[in-house]
């Protein structure tokens, strides 16, 4: 299948059904990608705040009512709970289990709130149209991210650091690749880092912390930018009683196109 010139609708129908569990990168090009968080209510204020005041690591794009299993903006007729490829559980900060299908938590309690978050591969499009090479889509892996040592600024029981995500952008076109994701802000916007990992405590590009590993070709140098796992990583920190997130690499794609996140 093209799944790059699938409708999100259509391709969510798909994920509903299990037909497809990997990694959503070039999907549907053009619209689009979002993180998942779902959160029981009381903890909702504090992670609203949290993403407020981390908006790079956490553009907030909608959150559900308690309860609701719909982004009724971001994906009319969705289903969170069925939607996305791969789902993580996290109880007390540990990760107890991954799944394709989270309806049973829904049911179990009618107090969860989802956060949609903006995600960095809705500006890889962007990328791709001005010529600008996306590794983990030439070679058909997942995004590789990477814990950090940039703090993000607390809110009532979250805190952590900051996830990043990495592409390898040929120098000539590093000043282009951060101009035209600086223009996308809901979805991360412009980099962090480029090309020092260890200044924000990198060590080993070979070896993520979450995705898979790409090539650097000589000519080329790591430009890293915020990355929606950071709920994640705050998650196993701060160590809140039960959340949902999807898996890395394993977003909801929405039916709204980049061009309406820019500028």
């Known amino acids: 299948m093209d799944f790059a010139a699938m409708k999100p609708a259509d391709l969510r129908g798909l994920i509903r059904k299990g037909e497809l569990t990997g990694p959503t990168t070039g999907m549907c090009n053009g619209y689009a990608q979002g993180n998942l968080v779902v959160l029981p209510k009381a903890l909702a204020w504090d992670f609203l705040l949290f993403c407020q005041r981390n ?7 909608e959150v559900a009512d308690a309860g609701e299993r719909t982004f009724a903006q971001f994906g009319k ?3 969170v709970a069925t939607d996305i490829p791969r ?6 900060g540990e990760l107890t289990g991954e799944y394709t299908d989270v309806s049973k938590f829904f049911e179990e309690r009618n107090d969860l709130v989802s956060f949609l978050i903006g995600c960095s591969f809705s500006f890889e499009s962007e990328l791709l149209e001005a010529g600008i090479p996306v590794r983990q889509i030439e070679e058909g892996v997942n995004v590789p991210m990477y814990n950090t040592n940039i703090p993000c600024t607390p809110a009532g029981v979250f805190s952590g650091n900051m996830v990043v995500s990495m592409r390898p952008i040929p120098y000539r076109q590093v000043p282009a690749a951060a101009a035209i994701t600086a223009g996308m802000p809901r979805v991360h916007g412009m980099p962090v880092q480029i090309g020092e990992p260890e200044a924000i405590g990198i060590h080993d590009l070979a070896h993520p912390d979450y995705g898979d590993a790409v ?3 000589p000519g080329e140098t790591p430009v890293f930018w915020p990355c929606g796992v950071t709920p994640q990583n705050v998650v196993m920190h701060s160590k809140p009683e039960f959340c949902i997130t999807h898996a890395p ?3 909801f794609v929405t039916d709204v196109k980049n061009v309406e996140l820019k500028y």
Do not use: F, Q, W
Request: proline share 9%.
């Open 55 to 61: 908006p790079k690591a956490c553009p907030l794009l």
């Open 87 to 92: 789902y993580r559980v996290y109880e007390h």
């Open 249 to 251: 690499g394993h977003m």
């Open 77 to 79: 007729g969705s289903d």
């Open 215 to 217: 090539t650097i070709n």
